[in-house]
């Protein structure tokens, strides 16, 4: 069992300053995941007539992407390649204080407590994170050949859950490497050539547009990334953007 | 202006494109970098090597060469500084601070980025006036016929010595960090070459500072050609 201090950003409404408040967190088992400590932290104070602390959360094991605390410090805590909710509570010591604090971004306001809204995120992908079929006679996927490099490429880039760890451990809260990995996903795979330049324009413009700041190669993003998401796909957009621009402003 | 008449408003507004101008901008500047201590370690093979070295810097093309230079270096500058100072800002205007602050693997370089810059373009403005414009009415005087002379008074002055190293250190911090950063910016940088820019970039930030510092420490501590 484990005896634990937690500092837990509470704010009421999105308008409210918010601060930090202490809990303890007796008894805690060390089998229980990170979210499952939350819930019996939230169960005693809902018996002593408190409110509960409000979170993001639905599968409860890494791919849905809604979990989004920041732990210590670091988005989905320091643990590599998991996220929130695949942390667990064997990892702390006994008497250990946990920060527990939402993913800030200046473009992620806070709800309620440690949950923000995401939905820029959402403008990002509606901007160009699709391709165009016509859907009636829509060709086989597999009847179009594609290199084994770019296939692993765009499944690597799809592998990205859409959570926002990489905006929020993000020195500038810079949304490229979720933004890069919508890009590349399509960018990699003949289906998405057709709208490869204008994709890139939209998404990048929705993307300035919703105040994300801009990336000074810190990398942040990638240690934060649940899904090992590579930055290299930043380089990729880069790349991209840089044509794409050029050909629509000179050409 | 409109849209279709301002290509490079359009570029210069999106957060990719500012940074393109950054890093191509910053190219420019490595690679004078590079030229600059090429000559300058010329003062270590001789009095005569480094005068006519400086002597060429001004005739060639009839003079025009060295306003070139001035004016290409001076825009790369200007651009470099207005544009980094505007992504510093909305960097800082979108990203809320979290009250339990951490970094997982960001180099302190990388943070420091601003002020690294900022001490650098002081000490630009100060070597341009000591060196260049040459305020100091008795430093101008020797310049005239022996500009390898100007640059052992220069450094004889404690000072101004302290300041170069100072300058010199933050170039190398800045560079460290700003030589990777260019090959991922303009989109050239990958798993497979990452460990090899990675080098690259230290290699290079640290000859800089080794070959900048040498002049002075050798002048003032070293006595030498003094
Ligand atoms: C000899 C002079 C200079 C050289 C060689 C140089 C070089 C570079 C390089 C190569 C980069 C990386 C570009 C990229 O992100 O791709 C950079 C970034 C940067 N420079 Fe400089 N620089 C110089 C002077 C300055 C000055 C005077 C400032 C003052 C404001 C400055 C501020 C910055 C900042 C803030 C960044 C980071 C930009 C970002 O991460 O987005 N630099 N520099
Ligand atoms: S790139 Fe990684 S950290 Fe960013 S949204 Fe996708 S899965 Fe989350
Ligand atoms: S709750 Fe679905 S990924 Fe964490």
């Given at each position: 069992?484990?005896?634990?201090?937690?500092?837990?950003?509470?704010?009421?409404?999105?308008?409210?300053?918010?601060?930090?408040?202490?809990?303890?967190?007796?008894?805690?088992?060390?089998?229980?995941?990170?979210?499952?400590?939350?819930?019996?932290?939230?169960?005693?104070?809902?018996?002593?007539?408190?409110?509960?602390?409000?979170?993001?959360?639905?599968?409860?094991?890494?791919?849905?992407?809604?979990?989004?605390?920041?732990?210590?410090?670091?988005?989905?805590?320091?643990?590599?390649?998991?996220?929130?909710?695949?942390?667990?509570?064997?990892?702390?010591?006994?008497?250990?204080?946990?920060?527990?604090?939402?993913?800030?971004?200046?473009?992620?306001?806070?709800?309620?407590?440690?949950?923000?809204?995401?939905?820029?995120?959402?403008?990002?992908?509606?901007?160009?994170?699709?391709?165009?079929?016509?859907?009636?006679?829509?060709?086989?996927?597999?009847?179009?050949?594609?290199?084994?490099?770019?296939?692993?490429?765009?499944?690597?880039?799809?592998?990205?859950?859409?959570?926002?760890?990489?905006?929020?451990?993000?020195?500038?809260?810079?949304?490229?490497?979720?933004?890069?990995?919508?890009?590349?996903?399509?960018?990699?795979?003949?289906?998405?050539?057709?709208?490869?330049?204008?994709?890139?324009?939209?998404?990048?413009?929705?993307?300035?547009?919703?105040?994300?700041?801009?990336?000074?190669?810190?990398?942040?993003?990638?240690?934060?990334?649940?899904?090992?998401?590579?930055?290299?796909?930043?380089?990729?957009?880069?790349?991209?953007?840089?044509?794409?621009?050029?050909?629509?402003?000179?050409? | 202006?409109?849209?279709?008449?301002?290509?490079?408003?359009?570029?210069?507004?999106?957060?990719?494109?500012?940074?393109?101008l950054v890093a191509l901008t910053g190219l420019v500047l490595v690679l004078f970098l590079a030229g600059h201590l090429a000559g300058n370690l010329l003062i270590f093979v001789g009095e005569e090597a480094f005068n006519?070295?400086?002597?060429?810097?001004?005739?060639?093309?009839?003079?025009?060469?060295?306003?070139?230079?001035?004016?290409?270096?001076?825009?790369?500058?200007?651009?470099?500084?207005?544009?980094?100072?505007?992504?510093?800002?909305?960097?800082?205007?979108?990203?809320?601070?979290?009250?339990?602050?951490?970094?997982?693997?960001?180099?302190?370089?990388?943070?420091?980025?601003?002020?690294?810059?900022?001490?650098?373009?002081?000490?630009?403005?100060?070597?341009?006036?000591?060196?260049?414009?040459?305020?100091?009415?008795?430093?101008?005087?020797?310049?005239?016929?022996?500009?390898?002379?100007?640059?052992?008074?220069?450094?004889?002055?404690?000072?101004?010595?302290?300041?170069?190293?100072?300058?010199?250190?933050?170039?190398?911090?800045?560079?460290?960090?700003?030589?990777?950063?260019?090959?991922?910016?303009?989109?050239?940088?990958?798993?497979?070459?990452?460990?090899?820019?990675?080098?690259?970039?230290?290699?290079?930030?640290?000859?800089?500072?080794?070959?900048?510092?040498?002049?002075?420490?050798?002048?003032?501590?070293?006595?030498?050609?003094?």
């Amino acid at each position: 069992m484990l005896n634990l201090t937690l500092k837990v950003w509470r704010q009421k409404t999105p308008q409210d300053q918010g601060s930090i408040e202490t809990y303890d967190a007796k008894n805690i088992p060390e089998e229980a995941s990170f979210l499952e400590m939350l819930d019996i932290v939230n169960e005693r104070i809902i018996e002593s007539g408190g409110e509960p602390i409000h979170f993001d959360h639905d599968c409860r094991e890494g791919i849905c992407g809604a979990c989004s605390l920041t732990i210590n410090g670091v988005p989905h805590s320091k643990e590599k390649g998991i996220t929130s909710c695949q942390v667990h509570m064997r990892k702390f010591r006994d008497g250990d204080t946990i920060w527990i604090e939402p993913f800030r971004a200046r473009a992620f306001p806070v709800i309620r407590d440690l949950i923000v809204d995401r939905s820029a995120m959402d403008r990002i992908i509606a901007a160009g994170g699709y391709i165009d079929v016509r859907t009636g006679s829509a060709v086989d996927a597999n009847s179009l050949p594609i290199p084994k490099p770019d296939a692993d490429a765009a499944f690597d880039a799809a592998a990205c859950i859409g959570c926002g760890a990489c905006i929020a451990a993000c020195k500038n809260s810079s949304a490229m490497l979720f933004t890069a990995a919508k890009v590349s996903h399509l960018g990699h795979l003949p289906q998405g050539q057709p709208e490869r330049d204008k994709r890139v324009l939209a998404m990048v413009r929705q993307m300035d547009a919703e105040g994300f700041g801009n990336c000074t190669n810190q990398y942040e993003c990638e240690a934060a990334c649940p899904k090992e998401i590579s930055v290299d796909h930043i380089a990729r957009m880069n790349r991209d953007y840089t044509v794409a621009s050029l050909k629509e402003q000179l050409v | 202006m409109n849209a279709s008449t301002c290509s490079l408003c359009t570029i210069w507004n999106s957060s990719i494109g500012k940074k393109l101008l950054v890093a191509l901008t910053g190219l420019v500047l490595v690679l004078f970098l590079a030229g600059h201590l090429a000559g300058n370690l010329l003062i270590f093979v001789g009095e005569e090597a480094f005068n006519e070295y400086a002597e060429m810097l001004h005739t060639m093309l009839h003079g025009a060469g060295v306003w070139i230079a001035r004016a290409v270096l001076l825009t790369c500058l200007v651009i470099h500084v207005v544009a980094t100072i505007s992504l510093t800002r909305l960097n800082r205007a979108a990203s809320p601070k979290y009250v339990h602050e951490q970094t997982i693997q960001a180099s302190k370089s990388s943070r420091i980025m601003i002020w690294s810059g900022l001490t650098i373009l002081a000490f630009v403005i100060f070597h341009l006036l000591h060196f260049t414009v040459r305020v100091d009415s008795g430093l101008a005087e020797i310049a005239k016929t022996n500009p390898h002379k100007m640059v052992i008074v220069g450094f004889s002055n404690g000072l101004v010595v302290l300041f170069y190293a100072i300058a010199m250190t933050l170039l190398c911090s800045h560079l460290s960090h700003g030589v990777a950063s260019i090959f991922q910016t303009l989109g050239l940088r990958s798993k497979k070459s990452a460990p090899l820019i990675e080098k690259l970039s230290k290699g290079y930030a640290l000859v800089i500072w080794l070959g900048f510092l040498s002049i002075p420490l050798a002048i003032y501590f070293f006595k030498f050609g003094r």
